[in-house]
């Protein structure tokens, strides 16, 4: 409940700020030294926030569905997609953060190129996505496989710490015991890295729907929220409001993977805080 107070609080505030810079800032932007730094508070670069909300229950064309339908259906869509690479990137991840907490070699060689691979942008990696998987795969497989592509790297640094912060005496204990690496990993490591895989969990799960968004942009596949701003962004000048409520659904679709991930941290974590109080 305290969690779900602090959402709201922020979003109360974000508001605030949005509504109250419109009311104060210049329609021209905020200019300093010959820079633009503040957005331009008119109504077409800053509608006001009713005016959005107004905009999601008109019709999207004359006689057509209300907006939010639309827009639902849209990140119901790119949710499907979200989860495929989410839950595909998460795999990825921990198989690498197991083997490279496992071989040190693997570790040194690899972990450069996990991290390396970030840095690539993902405007020009999709369309080279698209190119090599578009002919055996369908179109949302292909976002899917983007999607991935940014939810493995929280996962697989986030693991990786995790399965290393075991103190030495507890590995001590364990060597003790005559238990062996496969023993360890279960008793030892995957427990104590669950504070750390959640945190990279929720991190993923946000990067994939940016991934997934980014895709659809990218490769034109339709159905998807992605697509949805691409399409409503051409009315940008005569239905600025229209724009933001397909931003706003993309928002919204971030914090529910993030929400959902959140979810199942609940009982795992509560279980392992019972095991730490019972063991003291």
């Known amino acids: 409940m305290r969690k779900a107070l602090y959402a709201l609080l922020g979003l109360a505030v974000a508001a605030a700020l949005w509504e109250g810079y419109k009311a104060v800032g210049s329609p021209d932007g905020t200019v300093l030294f010959g820079v633009r730094v503040l957005p331009r508070a008119d109504d077409l670069s800053m509608p006001h926030l009713w005016t959005v909300a107004e905009r999601l229950g008109r019709p999207e064309i004359t006689g057509g569905r209300p907006v939010w339908i639309v827009v639902l259906n849209a990140c119901l ?104 690496w496969w023993r360890t990993l279960v008793k030892l490591r ?29 490769t034109g596949t339709r159905g998807g929220v992605g697509r949805l701003i691409i399409e409503y962004s051409r009315e940008a000048t005569s239905d600025p409001a229209k724009v933001y409520t397909a931003m706003l659904g993309a928002a919204l679709l971030g914090l529910v993977v993030a929400g959902l991930v959140s979810l199942l941290e609940l009982p795992l974590m509560r279980h392992r805080r019972h095991v730490e109080v019972v063991t003291l």
């Open 77 to 180: 869509f790119t949710l499907g997609i979200t989860a495929a690479g989410f839950v595909i990137g998460a795999l990825v991840g921990l198989l690498l953060a197991v083997a490279m907490e496992r071989f040190r070699i693997v570790e040194r060689g690899l972990l450069p190129y996990v991290i390396l691979s970030q840095t690539v942008p993902l405007v020009a990696l999709a369309p080279l996505v698209a190119g090599w998987g578009g002919t055996i795969m369908p179109a949302w497989a292909v976002v899917s496989v983007i999607a991935a592509y940014l939810a493995f790297f929280p996962v697989a640094v986030g693991m990786l710490r995790g399965l290393q912060s075991p103190p030495a005496s507890g590995v001590e204990l364990m060597r003790s015991y005559a238990a062996g």
């Open 190 to 218: 995957l427990p104590s890295a669950l504070p750390y895989l959640f945190p990279a969990l929720r991190l993923a799960g946000a990067a994939a729907v940016v991934g997934a968004v980014v895709g659809e942009i990218s």
